[in-house]
């Protein structure tokens, strides 16, 4: 693991970009509900899932990314079928890579 590398793992996917606050906190907070990524260019990152209903939980994600093998494109992330998840705040379930596109 490189730097780079290092330096994502358990932040929140789109919280790279300071807001007007001085100390931006681009960690996981204990009330929301979060899918952590595993595999490619986004690896150790955390995705916001709060709110969404298990359908869209389901459907994975499509991450606007710089890193992936199509700069500016999306990396996908899927969950694997019958993994379980955990109910609440906090890490509730693992989406892994499975590609980019443009």
């Known amino acids: 693991m490189n ?32 899918a952590a990524l595993i595999g490619g260019p986004l690896d150790g990152l955390l995705l916001d899932i709060t709110g969404r209903r298990p359908e869209e939980v ?21 969950p694997r079928p019958g993994e379980p998840r955990t109910p609440g705040p906090g890490v509730s379930c693992r989406f892994y890579y499975c590609g980019d596109t443009p």
């Open 58 to 78: 389901d459907g994975g994600a499509a991450l606007v990314t710089e890193l992936g093998q199509f700069p500016g494109g999306r990396s996908l992330y899927d």
């Open 3 to 34: 730097g780079d590398e290092q330096l994502l793992r358990g932040r929140v996917y789109g919280c790279d970009h300071p807001d007007p606050d001085p100390d931006p906190d681009p960690g996981p907070l204990p009330h929301q509900t979060y």
